[in-house]
């Protein structure tokens, strides 16, 4: 049987990690190619990387990061970040990606969804949703709005409604971040997940709130994730994926255990 | 020499990223006379199968795959590559290449297991059980798993020609060996070490199925 995925997150700026990671020796490491390397040994399931540069450069910089990680870890992984248009997508893909990442691109044209399934097959479109809870009300009946700009912008969209609608439009799969839980490691949103989970026929990526393996353990049965995305937990050394894993395991949650 | 059919379904470049890392040769190509000059060749793709179908009669490499699997040379299938071997697809109502007997078909709508519904496309990371050895499946732990991303599965209708299945609700046919083909599924391009180790046996295979 298929089993649940373990995908750490970078964000990276201008082609380093906005946070240095330490590893063995305790040394800060900026260079995100050499981080995903070291979790690919570690058995990361796949990777994200969260492209948060703003100039023109930077983004040159980034399609060189992607082609160095292509050529160094034999997983997928996807990037996402400033994806706007169809071209984006193609240079990202081109360099090596599995996936790429829309979000806000994607609310303000939603058929860039259809668009990129269509050139690039619906496997290759994650939809990034960054959710609020802000209460059921006339229109947003799950009581969940999207948002943007990092959570600051209310776009007045229904986040149940939303990936349905990003599903029928191609998307093959939904990165599903709260934002209320984002940062705070105290275990990410079950009822969103859950219920984004059970509306959708494509698997859903579990994201924001991650802190200790037990949180994994929820979002993956009650919260009916197909995968968990964690990024402190395993930044700052807390916990290994491994040891992730091994905690999985033993709750009976079936992960990928040799690689 | 390595040859990778180019026939513009998907990227054909995370294969030859693997191949590189292991150290071996190889080339992309849609050009018959290159393609059988090579020593091995690998039938990737990702995408519909019918816009496949239709860029391989293009070519005329539908033919061409028949008469490379008819000299005994080792051919190599993955995902979309594996579906469309079969006479048949489901996918776009689709007549296909026709190297092994059976079609391929899609997930059923409800496909759920211990209560759980599951997903369609099933992606993610699956094990394979094997019913007998294969020289590309050898120094490989039963307990490896193999990164998958499909809503269709290949059934032969041969069950001797089914090497190894996959447990996604129903259990399907995830690699195929006949002869000098071997067919699977998953992606060994994008299944860390134990898909690296596949890539790395099938450059050594003579094509004998032992």
Redesign the interface.
């Known amino acids: 049987m298929i089993s649940k995925r373990i995908i750490p997150c970078l964000d990276v700026r201008d082609g380093k990690l906005t946070k240095g990671i330490k590893f063995k020796g305790n040394v800060d490491i900026g260079d995100p190619v050499e981080v995903a390397r070291e979790y690919y040994e570690q058995g990361a399931d796949e990777i994200v990387f969260y492209d948060i540069t703003a100039s023109s450069e930077g983004r040159d910089i980034m399609i060189d990061v992607v082609k160095r990680v292509a050529q160094t870890i034999f997983i997928p992984f996807s990037v996402g970040g400033g994806i706007r248009n169809l071209e984006d997508m193609r240079r990202v893909i081109l360099a090596g990606a599995e996936k790429v990442s829309v979000n806000s691109a994607a609310v303000n044209e939603p058929e860039i969804i259809a668009q990129g399934s269509k050139a690039f097959g619906s496997q290759c479109i994650v939809l990034g949703m960054d959710v609020k809870k802000v209460g059921i009300s006339e229109k947003i009946p799950s009581g969940y709005e999207i948002v943007i700009h990092g959570g600051r912008k209310y776009t007045g969209i229904d986040a149940l409604w939303w990936a349905r609608k990003a599903e029928s439009l191609g998307a093959g799969e939904i990165c599903l971040n709260s934002i209320d839980a984002d940062g705070t490691q105290e275990g990410y949103e079950l009822n969103l997940t859950a219920l984004i989970s059970d509306s959708v026929r494509i698997p859903v990526i579990a994201s924001g709130g991650a802190g200790e393996p037990r949180h994994l353990a929820e979002v993956l049965t009650k919260g009916r994730a197909d995968a968990a995305l964690i990024a402190s937990m395993v930044h700052y050394r807390t916990y290994s994926i491994e040891e992730i894993k091994k905690y999985l395991s033993e709750q009976s949650i079936k992960t990928r255990m040799l690689w | 020499m390595i040859a990778i059919i180019d026939y513009k379904a ?2 054909l ?2 294969v030859a ?2 191949l ?2 292991i150290g071996e040769s190889f080339l992309i190509t849609d050009d018959i006379k290159k393609l059988e000059a090579a020593s091995h060749v690998i039938f990737p793709g ?3 199968a019918g816009d496949a179908m239709v860029n391989l009669r293009q070519k005329k490499l539908d033919t061409w795959l028949k008469d490379w699997i008819g000299v005994g040379k080792p051919l190599m299938g993955i995902c979309l590559g594996t579906q469309i071997i079969l006479d048949y697809s489901e996918e776009n109502k689709t007549d296909c290449v026709g190297l092994v007997p059976g079609s391929t078909k899609r997930f059923p709508d409800q496909l759920a ?1 211990s209560g ?11 094990s394979v059980e094997f019913k007998r050895s294969h020289p590309v499946f050898s120094d490989i ?1 039963p ?3 193999y ?3 499909h809503s269709y599965y290949p059934a032969p209708s041969d069950e001797s020609d089914v090497l190894g299945v996959t ?2 609700g129903i259990k399907f046919c995830s690699v195929l060996a006949v002869k000098n083909l071997v067919a699977m599924q998953f992606h060994p ?8 180790q596949i890539l790395r046996n099938f450059c050594r295979w003579r094509g004998d199925d032992l």
């Not at chain 2, 391009?189 to 690296?196: D, H, I, N, Q, T």
């Open positions: 998907g990227n470049t995370s990223r693997a590189q890392n990702v995408g519909a297991s759980q519904v599951l997903k369609i496309p099933h992606m993610g990371w699956n732990s307990e490896a798993e990164y998958f991303v447990d996604y391009e994008k299944s860390g070490r134990p898909g690296l």
